[in-house]
């Protein structure tokens, strides 16, 4: 959802695209990473965790909780725990545009209420193709029309 605010307020040209990539390189960074947090709420042991980052650069396509749940040192219950938890840590693009100094809190609270009341475009369906209408050829309007000759005068 703080993603979907930052873009909203590109779209709205409120902030610039390159100051919203600012905004996401500072909450990629300030974001605790997956092994902290086991480490945090002992859920993991150091041991665990540094085996799960061993089989991390063995199989770079794989997840820290991926990997943790094939070697049966968390559940998915606990690594979709532990996954809850890193969204809740980082800060929020709201809370990030207040504190770069782009907005105030009060028109960050503004814009962000008028996001959550804004729809989201709903993707419409395809229409129907056309079919071609069968029809006798077209006539010209000037034809149909009746044309008045006035004769010319030489005087």
């Known amino acids: ?35 902290n947090l086991a480490l945090r709420k002992n859920m993991l042991t150091i041991k665990q965790v540094a085996d799960i980052l061993d089989e ?3 199989s770079p396509n794989k ?19 532990l996954l809850r938890f890193q969204q809740t840590s980082c800060a929020p693009i709201r809370k990030l545009v207040s504190e770069c100094g782009l907005l105030t809190e009060r028109q960050s609270a ?12 709903v993707p419409q369906p395809a229409p129907a193709p056309r079919t071609p209408i069968q029809s006798s050829p077209r006539v010209p309007k000037y034809k149909s ?11």
């Open 1 to 35: 959802m703080s993603l979907k605010f930052g873009i909203y307020l590109v779209e709205q040209r409120i902030i610039s695209p390159e100051q919203f990539c600012g905004l996401v390189k500072i909450q990629q960074e300030t974001t605790v990473s997956l092994a």
């Open 56 to 58: 991390m650069e063995a």
């Open 63 to 81: 997840t820290f909780e991926q990997i943790a749940v094939e070697m049966d040192v968390l559940d998915q219950a606990d690594a979709s725990q």
């Open 110 to 121: 503004v814009l962000y209420n008028q996001f959550e009341r804004t729809p989201t475009a």
């Open 145 to 155: 029309r009746p044309v008045i000759m006035r004769p010319y005068s030489t005087t």
